[in-house]
């Protein structure tokens, strides 16, 4: 029987339709898309060995996988790519850009967190009406206004991991001068098992330590909420 190539050897255009990048953003949302796929479709194209999506994992490879390094590549560390020229790495470094400043940026309708209720209303949204655990993290600006928040990790039923070094390192990348973190509890459960407690105070020695508080950590559920500000625990 003879060998094929492996299907990320192949351009884009001869997969199947489902697991072509553009095609799976809109079917599912840009969401669903790892980072390789969605530099894909920024550069459109590979080269004739190598697909899109291969090229991008290569780039990614290149910086272990960390876009708030491939985020300060020069356009000719880009170039040296086989099947990278000025016009795509100059897209891929604007793309970067936009999303630094996205993140970063203090818009006047930025709003401000005076308390755990106004955390809740943001964080409620994404986390209520899961079957599964996840953890976010909200960015705040020295103002205390939100400036940016992303998701930590998805768990199972019972659990998911919180990691200081992830979440703090976020923190860092998106230029917060403090953070909120929040996890929900699909059992429905408001308080807190022994692990929540203990990572809190993790969170919050580590935050110290390096200047950027933890105000607050939530617990959500699709009857409420558990804020560790308002019972002391911080």
Known sequence: MPDYPPQSSLPITAWAEDDRPREKLMALGRQALSDAELIAILIGSGSQNESAVSLSQRILDSVGKNLNDLGKSSIAELMKFKGIGEAKAITIAAALE????????????RPEIRGSRDAYRI?????MDLPHEESWVLFLSKKNKVIGKSKLSIGGTDATIMDAKIVFRKALEG?????????????????????DIDLTKKLKAVGEAIGLPLV???????????SFLDEGLI
């Open 98 to 109: 936009l999303g630094r400043r996205r993140q970063t940026s203090d818009l006047p309708d």
């Open 123 to 127: 964080l409620a949204p994404l986390l």
């Open 175 to 195: 230029m917060a001068a403090a953070i909120i973190v929040a996890h929900n509890h699909p059992s429905g459960t408001l308080r807190p098992s022994q692990a």
């Open 216 to 226: 607050d950590h939530l617990i959500i559920t699709d009857a409420g909420y558990y």
